[in-house]
């Protein structure tokens, strides 16, 4: 949702969805059926050829097949990409903002940023940090996702959610 307000802005978003919907496309209720259920790429044994991931998605596939593959079975749209970013932060008057800080500190370091490729697939944070082989083989790293100002995503986020479940599910 958020890359086609990116793309298509306020007025044309909607559109963009309405085309979806009468084309067929479908919504189910999390990624975990969307990619193994309905997807009828990889392991999936649905019948739509695409689904909504994440551009680490290839590089799991190589990871966890048996027998590993020499490609990555499934691929990464990478002009449709929406940059998602995770955070973490000490909260204002935190009780114990010193253990806090540490734990930030830790997870802003090199080797936790390092690990966290095969942990929870995801890129990491932290500029310069490698990653393993698989991810710059059979990965993709969007040179310049979508994204939107976090302010504007918190002032509108309710209002979108209302306006697509109405587009696309009602």
Same mark, same amino acid.
Request: a neutral charge; aromatic letters at 10%.
């Given at each position: 949702m958020?890359?086609?307000?990116?793309?298509?802005?306020?007025?044309g978003?909607?559109?963009?969805?309405?085309?979806?919907r009468?084309?067929?496309?479908e919504?189910? @209720?999390?990624?975990?059926? %969307?990619y193994?259920?309905?997807?009828?790429?990889?392991?999936?044994k649905?019948?739509?050829p695409? /689904?909504?991931?994440?551009?680490t998605?290839?590089?799991a596939? /190589?990871?966890?097949?048996?027998p590993r593959?020499?490609?990555?079975p499934?691929?990464?749209?990478?002009?449709?990409?929406?940059?998602?970013?995770e955070?973490v932060? /000490?909260? $204002?008057? &935190?009780p114990? &903002? %010193?253990? &806090?800080?540490?734990? /930030? @500190?830790?997870m802003?370091?090199? $080797?936790?940023?390092?690990?966290?490729?095969?942990?929870?697939?995801?890129?990491? &944070?932290?500029?310069?940090?490698e990653?393993?082989?698989?991810? %710059?083989?059979?990965?993709?790293t969007? $040179? @310049?996702?979508?994204?939107l100002?976090?302010? $504007?995503?918190?002032?509108s986020?309710?209002?979108?959610?209302?306006?697509?479940t109405?587009?696309?599910?009602?």
């Amino acid at each position: 949702m958020l890359a086609t307000i990116a793309e298509f802005g306020e007025k044309g978003w909607r559109d963009y969805w309405r085309e979806l919907r009468s084309g067929g496309v479908e919504v189910v @209720d999390g990624w975990e059926q %969307a990619y193994n259920s309905s997807f009828s790429g990889s392991a999936g044994k649905g019948d739509r050829p695409l /689904v909504v991931s994440y551009a680490t998605s290839p590089p799991a596939e /190589v990871i966890y097949a048996d027998p590993r593959p020499s490609s990555a079975p499934t691929g990464v749209l990478t002009k449709t990409c929406f940059r998602q970013i995770e955070g973490v932060a /000490v909260l $204002k008057n &935190a009780p114990n &903002a %010193a253990n &806090a800080k540490l734990l /930030v @500190d830790f997870m802003i370091s090199k $080797k936790f940023q390092s690990d966290l490729p095969l942990q929870m697939f995801v890129l990491p &944070a932290r500029l310069g940090t490698e990653v393993p082989p698989e991810f %710059a083989e059979f990965g993709a790293t969007p $040179k @310049d996702p979508y994204s939107l100002e976090p302010r $504007k995503i918190a002032a509108s986020r309710d209002r979108w959610i209302e306006q697509w479940t109405d587009t696309v599910l009602r």
